[in-house]
């Protein structure tokens, strides 16, 4: 009752439009994407003769470890996923 006599509907509907506009048009922070196969080799943890299985299988062992269900952090498992998708691109 009190905040309709005082417009303070407005001001509440006004603060959440300013908050969402906020939230979701700032800058996000840039991701780092693997670039250089030898930094991909190095994160995966494998030599330069690995084949395809020896990838997926360098893969399917760290991203059990790192991995956000696991505790570990949604930028390292970006970075693996990056590398095993560079490394599985240039075997073909």
Do not use: C
């Not at 922070?29 to 299988?57: C, F, H, M, W, Y």
């Amino acid at each position: 009752m009190w905040l309709r006599e005082h417009g303070g509907v407005k001001w509440i509907v006004a603060a959440l439009f300013i908050w969402l506009a906020w939230h979701y048009l700032r800058p996000k922070p840039k991701q780092r994407v693997v670039t250089d196969e030898a930094e991909a080799r190095s994160i995966l943890g494998i030599d330069s003769g690995a084949d395809a299985e020896a990838i997926r299988s360098a893969h399917r062992r760290l991203i059990a470890s790192v991995h956000p269900d696991r505790g570990g952090s949604t930028d390292l498992t970006r970075r693996v996923n990056a590398a095993r998708d560079l490394l599985l691109k240039r075997a073909r």
